[in-house]
């Protein structure tokens, strides 16, 4: 179903749909600017291209992405039949849950997250070619194996960890730890420092949470607690959301204090059974595999995310199939193989159905808010999304009820949190649209008082203004605006209004409306600028203009269309 799927305003705006960096494509600015806290210049490539095949119509980039996971899980299959010697049925068992896992339709099904689907392709390309340098002894399969890392870096930064599991594939294949082993490492090293070292630059501005949040100590529970959670999800996948919350600072929760516990039990376990290969081999792949998303240094708002057990699976899913073929072999019950079978059905169906949650940012959140009523983001992103569909001209009919419904999410976002600006953000718009615009004035106070640079506050007062017939205070705000973030279509528009009704300002608003209908070409702004050509005297553009208005389903009114002679 993800074919059908579109984008969403999960971070899919920042990485496709108001991405300059994909148009052109900017070259210089792929390979010097992080997007969304992120440096990973082969992943905004890969969505150039698509952008480049389909604009920001979503097909081709699901396409991209379903035909990445396809050979990701083939390289999954090839891996474990490298390493598990030629054990057909471990590595079919293996790819096949890698392939259909429930946990891993995140990853795939979300375009933000080709980031996920590309360092995966690189990386496990970079194992198998690890493990061919252990047959061979090459130092071309070494070579390959760093640049094929390199990419993986380049794709997404996660990759730092490989160097960890190259070792944990020494001990895997019996290679005695040497000074060797050691010095063979250093580039793969280096490599990984110089990534870790921008990441955490970048990410530190924004997107690593502060002490003051959640004390140092809490890190410990939440670090315990995400090694079990997944573990459990893996057998089963629930509850599944795209957005799983932290517990309140203040509670929280049983199941989060009693993880330690838990983590002990399963690391007494695995030391007194140190000596089975398999199971040390396969936890410490796991747990390499999710040590940089364990919360120990807190990044973002979720405590949990589906994505991060793309790669780390692969460990658990190795043991199980491990297992079961041993268990098969020693005992003859290959009715084992049945049951794993019927659990690959069960998986499957859940799939399908998950990958319908993806269709849009309506159902994505709605989904969310099922499990978390209480999250915030989820919240907000909903009104968010709400308020886009009140905006569609099909909408008309059912415009208030639907911001409405929008209106009930911030509120009850503000209610949990009073200080968050998005829901104030979003609320203040859905008032300018409702014609509550002394509501609208306060929230747009408030929303400047927690977040000074946040232009939709001065350009909510400025739209206040020019409703209440003071230009000179409205022009003050717009100018605010749009000096915090220049191109504001709508602000554009609205001084643009200003100075050709108010101030006889024509050249200095038709610059404005010009660019605004660069920016965004609607039918509004083209009526705006039709009537600065009118009061310049331009006849012929401002017909052109009013036509194309007109096209465009503007309604104009009847003494206009007079003037301008038009039928």
């Not at 496709?16 to 052109?24: H, P």
């Not at 024509?506 to 083209?526: C, H, R, V, W």
Request: net charge positive; proline share 4%; glycine share 4%.
């Amino acid at each position: 179903p993800m074919l059908r799927n579109g984008f969403t305003n999960w971070d899919d705006e920042f990485y496709v749909i108001n991405n300059q960096l994909l148009r052109g494509p900017d070259w210089a600015g792929i390979f010097s600017t992080p997007v969304v806290s992120n440096y990973h210049p082969l992943t905004i490539i890969s969505l150039a291209i698509n952008f480049a095949i389909s604009g920001t119509d979503p097909s081709s980039y699901m396409l991209f992405n379903l035909l990445l996971h396809l050979a990701n899980t083939g390289l999954v299959f090839y891996f474990i039949l490298q390493i598990s010697s030629g054990k057909n049925y471990v590595a079919a068992f293996t790819a096949l849950i890698f392939g259909i896992h429930p946990m891993h339709v995140e990853s795939v099904a979300w375009v933000s997250e080709r980031k996920d689907l590309l360092y995966t392709l690189f990386f496990l390309l970079s194992l198998i070619q690890y493990w061919r340098f252990l047959q061979t002894e090459k130092r071309s399969q070494l070579m390959l194996c760093l640049l094929f890392f390199l990419l993986s870096l380049l794709s997404k930064p996660a990759a730092i960890i490989l160097p960890l599991l190259l070792l944990l594939l020494d001990y895997w294949q019996g290679r005695a730890f040497s000074r060797k082993v050691v010095i063979e490492k250093i580039p793969f090293l280096l490599l990984a420092l110089i990534f870790a070292i921008i990441t955490l630059k970048i990410q530190s501005r924004s997107a690593i949470t502060g002490f003051d949040t959640y004390p140092i100590w809490t890190r410990f529970f939440f670090a315990n607690y995400v090694s079990v959670a997944y573990l459990v999800r893996f057998i089963i996948p629930y509850p599944l959301s795209a957005f799983h919350p932290f517990p309140s600072p203040g509670s929280l929760g049983l199941p989060v204090l009693l993880s330690p516990l838990i983590m002990l039990t399963l690391i007494a376990i695995i030391w007194v059974k140190r000596k089975n290969k398999l199971l040390v081999f396969s936890f410490l792949f796991y747990l390499i595999n999710i040590l940089l998303v364990l919360q120990l240094i807190t990044v973002g708002a979720a405590l949990v995310a589906e994505r991060y057990t793309y790669v780390a699976y692969i460990g658990v899913r190795f043991f199980a199939g491990m297992l079961i073929d041993r268990y098969v072999n020693e005992y003859k019950k290959r009715w084992v193989w049945l049951l794993a079978g019927s659990l690959s059905l069960i998986f499957c169906f859940i799939t399908f159905q998950r990958v319908k949650v993806w269709e849009n940012s309506g159902t994505l959140w709605s989904d969310v808010l099922k499990h978390y009523g209480n999250a915030v983001v989820a919240r907000n992103n909903r009104a968010n999304y709400l308020i886009r569909q009140a905006s569609l001209p099909e909408m008309k009919s059912t415009q208030n009820a639907i911001l409405l419904n929008a209106l009930e999410d911030c509120n009850v976002s503000i209610r949990i949190k009073p200080d968050h600006p998005k829901a104030y953000e979003y609320r203040q718009n859905i008032f300018l649209r409702l014609g509550k615009d002394s509501a609208a004035f306060a929230d747009a106070d408030r929303l400047i008082t927690l977040d000074p640079n946040n232009h939709f506050g001065y350009y909510t007062k400025g739209v206040f203004y020019f409703r209440s017939n003071r230009p000179d205070s409205s022009k003050y705000f717009f100018d605010k605006c749009l000096g915090i973030k220049p191109d504001v279509d709508y602000a554009l528009n609205g001084r643009g209004c200003i100075m050709f009704n108010n101030f006889n300002q024509y050249k200095e608003a038709l610059a404005d409306l010009n660019k605004a209908i660069e920016l965004n070409p609607t039918g509004e702004y083209f009526l705006n600028r039709s009537k600065c050509y009118y009061k310049l005297g331009n006849m012929p553009m401002a017909k052109t203009d009013a036509l194309t208005a007109m096209e465009m389903g503007e309604v104009i009114e009847a003494d206009y269309r007079s003037l301008l002679q038009l039928r």
